[in-house]
């Protein structure tokens, strides 16, 4: 079992910045780390993934503002957000899902951003 905790959400103007961080319980260094978020109303969407051996991943509406980065020796991984938008208002959440066994899918309690004037 890995428990993941998110922190870091808050309120922030229109094209401020957040940080959002998350910490694992255990190793994640065969985790692919990724960032999901759920607004009022919509499904759950894939922000930024980080597998251990592949490119990292970014929805195209979050390209060149937001980055993914881990660090595997604190088991952390955080996403740095800039130019926020209100569009970016969301439950963000921490995942950690291993590559080959599918029943290793973990996620974090979720943290909220807030972007408004």
Request: charged content about 20%.
């Amino acid at each position: 079992q890995v428990r993941l905790v998110e922190s870091g959400g808050g309120l922030v103007q229109p094209g401020g910045s957040l940080r959002l961080s998350c910490a694992a319980s255990v190793s994640i260094s065969s985790y692919t780390m990724a960032w999901y978020r759920q607004a009022p109303g919509k499904a759950r969407e894939l922000v930024a993934s980080m597998p251990t051996r592949a490119p990292t991943n970014y929805a195209e509406s979050v390209k060149d503002r937001f980055s993914i980065s881990r660090d595997n020796p604190k088991n952390t991984v955080d996403l740095q957000m800039n130019s926020l938008k209100p569009e970016d208002t969301a439950v963000y959440y921490c995942n950690a899902k291993h590559p080959w066994i599918t029943s290793l899918d973990f996620w974090g309690q979720g943290t909220q951003v807030i972007v408004s004037p």
